[in-house]
Every structure is written in structure tokens, then in C-alpha cells.
């Protein structure tokens, strides 16, 4: 069983998530466009930090971080290898927006690779299948060839 929960990006049992994802993303494209963020920032203020959990183990993890136009920001999604192909991505990402829809975010939006970096083809599919679309630069970001910009639109509860 699955369990997701608040936790400490900096604390021993997430550092080893957060830096794996930062170590993939340092490979897998170029350094001016990675905007990866590492433990202590994933630890600021502003920013809620989730990890998955199956049998008292992490598996995954993920961050939002709120903007000031009323959107949150998708940050680190990451499942160790051994456990992917399971839908844990999927798994966390329906969290986030159900989270963020009970909490009035007008929709959720991220950055990922660009069509050409195929290390994040697989991230993108997922965005698309649910019912991310691709927009223009996000709060905070200027566009870059190697960017991907998505958003879904989150409406609002009563």
C-alpha cells in the first residue's frame, strides 16, 4: 500500500531522493537549463515537500511551491527505479491536484524537458495523458529551447 505524506526534503531518508533526481536532471540536459531544485531549497518557505512511502519505505517523491498568480508549481517529481512502471508518478501527481484544488490553486504548472531531451519523454507523456497542456513560460521562467512549459487548469470547489 501506498502512503503519501508531508515530509522533510533535507531529513537522512529523503536527501537520497532529492539527490538522485538532481543527479538525473544534471545529466539530462544542458546546465543553463536545468532548474532543478536541491534539498534545502526544496525546504523553503513556500514550497510543501511530499514523499511516497510503501512499507514504511520512500519511494517517490514531489514538491509544490506556490506562486503569487494564484498557481502552484509542480517541483521534483521522482520514484527510485526499482519501483517504476507501477503509475507511482501518476499516483502522485492526481495528490497534488486534488490537493491543490481543495485549496483554490487555479491550476497547477511545471517545467520539464524539452521534445529533444528524451530523458523526459516519458515525464511529458504523463503530463499529457493527465490533461496537462503546453503553454508559454511559467511565473519565474523566460522561454528556452529546452523547456517545456504545461499547465492544468484546476476548477474551483464550491
Known sequence: MIEIREADPTS????????????????AGPAESNHTMGAE?????????????EAG??????ALKAL?????????VHVVSDVRGRGLARTLMNHFADLANS???TAL??????DHLREYDA?????EALGYS??????GYEDDPNSAFMRLALEPRP
Open 134 to 139: 503546453y503553454c508559454g513560460p511559467i511565473y
Open 57 to 62: 519505505k520512500p519511494v517517490g517523491c514531489g
Open 103 to 105: 485549496e483554490g490553486i
Open 123 to 127: 515525464a511529458r507523456k504523463l503530463y
Open 41 to 53: 531549497a526544496l525546504a523553503e518557505p513556500g514550497i510543501r515537500f511530499w514523499a511516497m512511502y
Open 12 to 27: 537522512d531518508a529523503m536527501r537520497p531522493l532529492v539527490e538522485a533526481h538532481f543527479a538525473h536532471s544534471e545529466t
Open 68 to 76: 503569487p498568480d494564484g498557481t502552484a508549481e509542480v517541483k521534483s
Open 109 to 114: 504548472v511545471l517545467e520539464t524537458g524539452a
